[in-house]
Structure formats: C-alpha cells, structure tokens
C-alpha cells in the first residue's frame, strides 16, 4: 500500500473540506506528491487545510479555483496519475433550499469533468460509491 502511493502524483478536489483535507493528510504520509484543489476566496483561507501538520506542507501544491472553471480544473489535473474528485456542496438543507445551485455546482461541474476527462489527462475513470449507492464522486486513474 505504502509503496503504491509513494511518488505518485494525486489531485485531490474539495481539498479544504472534511474528507479531502484528511486523505491528503494520508496520501502524504504515505509518500505521494499532492496537489489539493481549494475554492478560491478573497481571503486565500484554505479550510482545514489550514490546520494540517506544518511540516506536509511541503509535499503539497495548493491550486484554487472553481470547479466549474474548466480551465482551472484541467490545468491543475495536468500529469497527475490518480484524481480524487471531492469538492461538493454537500448540506442537505442548502440542497432543498438551493436545488440549482447545487445540481450547477455538483452534477453539472463533475459531468463536464468526467465528459471532457481527456483534457485532464484521465484516462480511465471509476465512480466511488458509497453506501445506499449514492454515488459521490469519482476516481481517476490510468
Ligand atoms: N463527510 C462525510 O461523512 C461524508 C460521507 C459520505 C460521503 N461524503 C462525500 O464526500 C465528499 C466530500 O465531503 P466533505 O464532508 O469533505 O464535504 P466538505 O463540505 O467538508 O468539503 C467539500 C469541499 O468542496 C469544496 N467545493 C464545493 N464546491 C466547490 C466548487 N465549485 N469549486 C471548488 N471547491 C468546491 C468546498 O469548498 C469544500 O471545501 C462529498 O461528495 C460528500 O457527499 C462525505
């Protein structure tokens, strides 16, 4: 397992947010070269990224941006190995409330992702489903 990841390049979307900011905490323990995906704020605030031990962030580019921004997804997807597509409105209130704005950002932004999947250099890309097989992003790896 360990060496499986060592050296591998990895691009982990929704990187400030719960999931992501831990498995970036274990890919880089594990030895892999990560890049984390933050949305963009005026306060260039990281998340809990922000508070992930001092000394990884050395093995760590942080890219922000939005993921409904094409270009800015692509670009930073270039000659990574493995994509672990995280970032999610996720608050099911906020979904009620707010359906279009979380289809846009949720369904929309990972459709023309996985649709345009040659730009980011992903060759093969396997969908991750959690249990009661709700689909919840998707892993890219060749
Ligand atoms: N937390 C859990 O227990 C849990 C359980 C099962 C599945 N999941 C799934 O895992 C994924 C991540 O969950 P989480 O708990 O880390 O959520 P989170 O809210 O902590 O993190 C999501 C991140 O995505 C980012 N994001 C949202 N829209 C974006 C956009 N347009 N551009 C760039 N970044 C954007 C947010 O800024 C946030 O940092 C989600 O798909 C969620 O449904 C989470």
Do not use: Q
């Not at 591998?8 to 892999?32: N, Y």
């Not at 990884?56 to 994509?83: H, T, W």
């Not at 980011?120 to 009661?132: A, D, E, L, M, S």
């Amino acid at each position: 397992m360990d060496h499986h990841w060592s050296k591998k390049k990895v691009l982990v979307t929704g990187a400030g947010g719960f999931i992501g900011s831990h498995l970036i905490e274990r890919l880089i323990d594990l030895g892999a070269d990560v890049t984390g995906f933050v949305r963009y704020n005026s306060r260039n605030d990281w998340g809990l990224l922000e508070i992930i031990p001092p000394h990884m962030l050395d093995s760590l580019e942080v890219v922000s941006g939005d993921l409904l921004d094409f270009d800015a997804i692509s670009g930073a997807a270039k000659n990574v190995d493995v994509i672990f597509h995280l970032g999610s409105l996720i608050s099911i209130p906020y979904s009620y409330n707010r359906p279009r704005d979380t289809i846009e950002n949720n369904i929309l932004s990972t459709f023309k992702y996985l649709n345009r999947g040659k730009g980011t250099g992903c060759g093969k890309i396997r969908p991750y489903i959690f249990k009661r097989g709700i689909w919840h992003g998707a892993v890219c790896a060749d």
